[in-house]
């Protein structure tokens, strides 16, 4: 049986209000997008005091290119510059919440593990839950942080490309954490990338991982709804999604178990450019 690693991934509200109650703060980041409920001006927000504000698209991503998709990796040295200016230190943990189901924290959760942070974790159940819990909650900016001199080291994190993708669809499991309707495709006007799925990946939409309020679901539902794809801890397991924000959800879903899972960081936006990929549609894996 998979090991407990729920503690590696999340936090509950109120062991995080007693970390910053005390001499062992992390540093906590606010993750925001402007296409979700979290608009422009981010700084009018309601937030957890001393939260930093970090926009996914613009901190944990690239801009977008067809070979890579349309949230790709950060640039190594403006990472490093990002993670600086928020004053993230490698002996000191870090928080990330949204507003969002972690859907969005869960990206910068994932590459700041990926650039070789250890100890990144995600507020259960977002903002809500610090808020439903009767946590302090503030609406003007937090004062800047003292800034880092970290270095980053990439990798830290396992990642399929298009190729291996490919290969694990069809030798393990490939799990597509996209919503129904776009894993099962369907036909689309001239010039427009296609939809569907790869060939063989399993789809398991990541909002299926959460709970009504947003929470992760218990390890026992979370074990019941992967080990009915194979996704056991006895095969090899791969995640990918539309551009790399839900997918990364569900490796820390699938950690939680014990499983460590690496993302296709293109996914399907990177898969779909490249008119010599397959593509598979319907409700089944294909």
Known sequence: MPADRREDVLISASALAGLLASD???SVLAIRSPDTVCPRPFQAAPRIPGAQDAEMTVDFA???HPRDGARPLPDVAALQETVRRL???KNRAIVVYDHDGNLMAARAWWVLRWAGFTRVVMLDGGFEAWASAGCAVVTEASPPPVPSDVAIQPGGMPELDADSAARLARSGVLLDTRIAPNYRGGDVPPGTPARGHIPG?????APDTLTPDGHFADLATLRSLYAATGADGNRPVGVYCGAGVSAAHTVAALMMLGI???MYPGSWSAWSADPSRPVATG???G
């Open 260 to 262: 460590d899972a690496p």
């Open 87 to 89: 004053g993230l230190r």
């Open 283 to 285: 409700p089944e894996p």
């Open 62 to 64: 690239s801009p977008s």
């Open 201 to 205: 990946a399993i789809n398991v939409p």
């Open 24 to 26: 062992q703060a992390p």
